[in-house]
């Protein structure tokens, strides 16, 4: 039995989805490939469950203005900053640092209340544990 002029066969019709579904497979692979390889973005700290010697020196020190986690807050009308998004993001650790131990109004210097090591130690707990930089900056 001849099929009807116009009318594709059971065969052809599968065979012209062939090549669609090879697509779509090979696709599929690809993306989930892509997926499998990339690195799962780094979770940031919390601060109040982190045992860290840094973590301690934040909430003795920068908690009361800048917030138990670093997300900023209001004080008196004036809004703190956070240490973990927007503009202290765009600093550099040599910034950071400078702010830390001169301080910049409102913020006060710490030059006094930390030692060196500390303050060094902070810019890189806010950089790479709040802002989840890597040492190379990105």
Partial sequence: MN????????????????????????????????ACTQTPPKRSIVIAESKSYEASLFRQNCAICHGTEANGKEIDGKLIPSLRY???????EEEIY???????????A??????????????????HDLQGKSETGN
């Fill in 110 to 127: 710490f030059e006094n209340q930390l030692t060196e090591e500390e303050i060094r130690r902070m810019v890189k707990f806010i950089r």
């Fill in 3 to 34: 099929p009807k002029p116009g009318v594709k066969s059971l065969k052809a019709k599968t065979e012209d989805r062939r090549p669609k579904i090879k697509f779509v497979i090979v696709f599929i692979f690809i993306a989930f490939s892509i």
């Fill in 86 to 92: 927007g503009a202290a993001e765009a600093k550099s």
């Fill in 98 to 108: 400078q702010q830390i131990k001169h301080g910049k109004l409102p913020m006060p």
